[in-house]
């Protein structure tokens, strides 16, 4: 039988607060009829106002949603009720069943829908397409430097604030160059702290000086420079190449609304190869991005790394089995060790924001300058935590020591999930209560 | 130091390379020696990648800060873990809240239920959840007790550490003498009041003792909603205090503290009262003959009764009124040795001697139905005698005259209301008895009638008046009414029917032509009810 997932995880499901809530009133057995599970899969009926009962399926593994009603949310509040149904009662959704005819005909369609593959592109076509735009990136890059070093030379004083330091202008016309890497970092220049400018303005200058030369850097180095400039590497070509097998621990998931998108991030680390990785999905505005995974959870499958000098993101492939509960906190490391690790993943690839840790024997304290994580020989800052998961984690270690897996980065330390005394792991990026 | 070289390249970027030169390296070897490899024909471009190459390496060269002084934990809390059920079902009603969307509001009702219910059981709560709670209960203050009881010692650890939840601390009882005299001397208005229920619930001299000390140098609304918090606990030994407060300078509180007097049985004012109320009120005859006031004399003020009428009655009517509510009920059931139904079935009439005797007009307040023939029971003044002891029995809580006011349950339909505010009359009676009486009230009026009857009843409602309840929802269906000329009812019952009621309900959803408003109103009740039930069921789960 496949293990029930928490309501917590569940809850991380719903595309916003209004459908949580509705999702707990559809909670209870009362609407349900023909309710059952098995097979990766979990249906059921559900009498809402109307005459006829929607029709809800849930597909486990991926996880995947169908239901007949008319919401546009997704999933929607059926779907996330049915699943708080299975999670709470075993007795109101049976194991082991064969599915309802009308579940069973969505999901063999999902399933060959999933198998049908693309039609392969035209090889010569593609190949002048990403020769024009490696021209066009390339003097996206140049003009940057051009404008960095102006900038440079008249003075960075003044450059933030509300009047902004023209970056904006600057970040549009390298979204027309097609560098959307460089777009996003000239975007930040004018929001970054006085005390960080210098820094933005010398990675900025320093990727668009790499980009310019990328093809005399080794080859992994490059390959970080074309991912950073924004060169996307497509999934399926990713997972033709070779994969990397493991059970892997999804240490935790943090979404952030980057309008319209929502980017839900989530990192993995495996158990064999101790590797860590981290998979990005994204959501249409009223939709939760289709990749969920439970936090303490484990799953056998195949990764495919995109390449670089510190391979990290990746993307999902085969998956062998569905998750199970991996009870217990995982391998951690001491502040130092953490603060060591990501300053090796700065030195292989400088413009490395953040690199992820786990912490072992960590408890959060106050001290002057803010909160901060301390073991017994240091102290790291929290950064960007909200109030409400700060005081989860506070709670949750009731001043004693914690695991917590979180990114570590120049500016601090961000926690994603708490491990508790006995092992359990509570996110901190989830609206809901554990 | 490199720190310092990060500083140098820092402010020349400020101001730009046009009018400051670039630094001279320094700091470790290693970096003033790639530095030197820097081509620097031009100072910007330069500039740039110095700070790339410095940034880099205090990023990458990132130490830990130093470790401070370890701060005791949280005391360890040996109660039951919650079920993994009910942890669920409170991350429901949490979630809930978040929203606080109008819909939701059985949720919100249903969160301070889970709470009571869970205390009941002596459960720990999760720790994670117990930020959320904790912040609900600052906003929520009903749930503060159930809240900082579940809550425990890390709950109190918490609160040291935030203070937003400083409530809690001072609502957990087991405080310091320090801290005491402190609350009082220095908090907040809301703190001190409840500082002082909470001290008058455990030693009510000490309570009495702390208001008196600094009870003259009080802000004059200060002192009312003060002298509230002693109705809890009221004994003889208030007496000196509250007689004193008769003479306070506010208008208000004079008149609260001859009201919390006229409660206290053998009160030296329940006296004076009595004394007065036996002047106007005379037996004669098997007839009650009622003389009114003619005045409000100085005493009668000192006594608490406000010369003029705030609805601008007849003043006769008004003082008679006032002196009959503030008279122990006792009173009358000694002097004239009757029971208080044998006391309501006396017929009423004016005492024309002493009308004559003075003269005066006598104020007939509106809806006294005097002037009309004066046939045996309904006399003028019945219905302002009545009033007045309804209001007595209210005040003194006597369950007695409160049952002999209301009558007995009422069979037939339309029959007339009983006197005075029944559901205040209700609340004196033991929770049974009032739901049995609404029960029957039901049966013979429409919902809609007993909207503050039910209000009065203790939830969750007894299964009889559950269904009860139900019943008369099923009348107003078929009798075309719609569920919105029921609201408030309804809100009730999504909050208080008890859970056994559930099928019935159902059933009604079932039987309501579907698609309208009654069958959604049904269905959502039963859906309330269902939660609630497997809200309850799932807290009494072995762990």
Known sequence: MEERWSTEHILSLAPDAAAQKAAGKLSSPAPWSQAGCGQGALWGLCQGSGSTPYRTVIELTTPAYQCSCPSRKFPCKHALGLLLLWSGSAEAVPAGREPADWAAKWLTGRQQRAEKTAAPADPLAARRRAERRAAKVASGARELRLRLADRVRQGIAGAGGAAGGGWAEVSARMVDAQAPGLATRAAELDRLPADEQLAGYALLHLLATAYERVDELPEPLAQTVRARIGFSTDSAELLAGPTVRDHWLVLGSRDSADDPLTTRHLWLRGAKTGRSALLLSYGRPGQAPELALPTGWSLEAELAFHPGVQPLRAVLGPRHGPPALDPGAPWAQSIGAALASYGEAVAEDPWTESWPVVLGGVLPSTSPTGWQLTDQQGALPLHAIPDQALWRLTAISGGRPVTVFGDCGHRGFTPVTVWDEQGRATSLTTGGAA | ?543
């Open chain 2, 1 to 543: 130091m490199t720190t310092d070289y990060w500083a140098q390249l820092h402010s020349t970027a400020l101001l730009g390379t046009d009018r400051r030169p670039l630094p001279e390296p320094s700091g470790p070897p290693a970096l003033v020696a790639a530095a030197a490899s820097v081509d620097r024909s031009d100072q910007a471009t330069a500039l740039l990648e110095l700070a790339a190459l410095t940034a880099v390496r205090r990023r990458a060269g990132l130490l830990p800060l130093p470790a401070p002084e370890p701060t005791p934990a949280a005391e360890p809390d040996e109660r039951p873990e919650l079920p993994a059920a009910a942890a669920r079902r409170l991350a429901v009603l949490l979630a809930g809240r978040a929203t606080g969307a109008t819909a939701q509001a059985n949720l919100t009702e249903l969160l301070p239920q889970w709470l009571a219910a869970a205390r009941e059981h002596g459960y720990r709560l999760p720790a994670a959840q117990l930020p959320a709670l904790l912040e609900a209960a600052r906003a929520r203050s009903e749930l503060r007790g159930d809240v900082v009881a579940l809550a425990g010692p890390l709950g109190r650890w918490l609160a040291e550490r935030n203070p937003q939840w400083r409530y809690v601390l001072r609502t957990a009882g087991a405080q310091g003498p320090t801290e005491t005299d402190l609350i009082w001397q220095q908090g907040l208005f809301a703190e001190r009041v409840t500082h002082l229920t909470q001290l008058r619930r455990r030693d009510p001299a000490a309570a009495l003792a702390l208001l008196a000390g600094t009870w003259p140098s009080e802000r004059a609304e200060d002192r009312l909603l003060f002298l509230d918090a002693l109705q809890e606990g009221l004994s003889p030994a208030d007496e000196p205090f509250l007689e004193a407060a008769l003479t306070d300078r506010s208008r208000n509180v004079r008149s609260t503290a001859a009201e919390l007097l006229s409660t206290l049985p053998g009160s030296a004012l329940g006296a004076r009262m009595a004394e007065r109320a036996l002047a106007a009120v005379r037996l004669v005859d098997g007839v009650l003959l009622v003389r009114a006031p003619t005045a409000c004399d100085a005493a009668m003020q000192r006594d608490g009764i406000p010369p003029k009428s705030p609805t601008g009655r007849g003043e006769q009517a008004w003082w008679l009124g006032e002196m009959l509510a503030a008279t122990p009920l006792s009173c009358w059931t000694t002097t004239f040795d009757l029971t208080s139904n044998q006391l309501l079935a006396l017929p009423v009439a004016e005492d024309r001697e002493g009308a004559e005797a003075t003269g005066a007009d006598i104020g007939i307040g509106t809806g006294t139905g005097t002037g009309a023939g004066t046939s045996a029971g309904t006399g003028p003044w019945r219905e302002e005698l009545h009033e007045a002891w309804a209001r007595a029995a209210v005040r003194q809580g006597d369950a007695r005259w409160a049952r002999s006011l209301l009558g007995p349950p009422p069979r037939r339909t339309g029959s007339t209301p009983p006197a005075g505010a029944p559901a205040k009359l209700l609340a004196v009676l033991p929770p049974a008895e009032r739901a049995l009486w609404t029960a029957a009230f039901l049966r013979t009026h429409g919902p809609g009638d007993a909207f503050q009857l039910l209000g009065a009843c203790a939830t969750p409602w007894t299964p009889p008046l559950s269904t009860a309840v139900v019943a008369a929802l099923e009348r107003a269906a078929t009798a075309g009414s719609y569920p919105w000329n029921h609201s408030g009812v309804l809100g009730l019952t999504e909050r208080s029917l008890a859970p056994a009621t559930a099928p019935a309900v159902a059933a009604l959803a079932a039987d309501a032509a579907p698609d309208t408003a009654w069958a959604e109103t049904f269905n959502r009740l039963a859906g309330t009810l269902r939660f609630r039930a497997a809200m309850l069921a799932e807290l009494t789960e072995p762990v």
